[in-house]
């Protein structure tokens, strides 16, 4: 049973950071995609950034140069470093892992991901 739990969220002036993280247990084996999702009030869940199994990130056009996607595979951890945040960043953020193995980038398209977390909330102010 694969479980996700995320951490790190809060609330921030806008121009700050955030560091979201994300535990993840019951792998079977290493070939996931693994993602970050927001969802504000009013509006659809849209993909942030995922990471394949060797590392190969893909980024929202909004997260490019502001968000960085890692991941420390012998602890099973994904993280959301977010720079320059807005108020417009402000959402739940979601951890998500799709059992698929690929060396080319994850999609960003939530409804392929077949688990998820409970989420973070993060809140920015101006």
């Known amino acids: 049973q694969v479980q996700l739990v995320e951490s790190g969220g809060g609330s921030v002036q806008a121009g700050g950071s955030l560091r979201l993280s994300c535990a993840a247990s019951?792998?079977?084996?290493?070939?996931?995609?693994m993602g970050w999702f927001r969802q504000a009030p009013g509006k659809e869940r849209e993909g942030v950034a995922t990471?394949?199994?060797?590392?190969?990130?893909t980024y929202g056009e909004f997260a490019k140069g502001r968000f960085t996607i890692s991941q420390d595979k012998a602890k099973n951890i994904l993280y959301l470093q977010m720079n320059s945040l807005e108020p417009e960043d402000s959402a739940m953020y979601y951890c998500?892992?799709?059992?698929?193995?690929?060396?080319?980038?994850?999609?960003?398209?939530?409804?392929?991901?077949?688990?998820w977390g409970q989420g973070t909330q993060v809140t920015v102010s101006s």
């Open positions: 019951g792998f079977t084996n290493s070939g996931y995609c």
């Open positions: 990471i394949n199994k060797i590392g190969t990130p």
């Open positions: 998500a892992a799709l059992p698929v193995s690929t060396l080319y980038g994850c999609t960003l398209a939530d409804r392929y991901y077949t688990y």
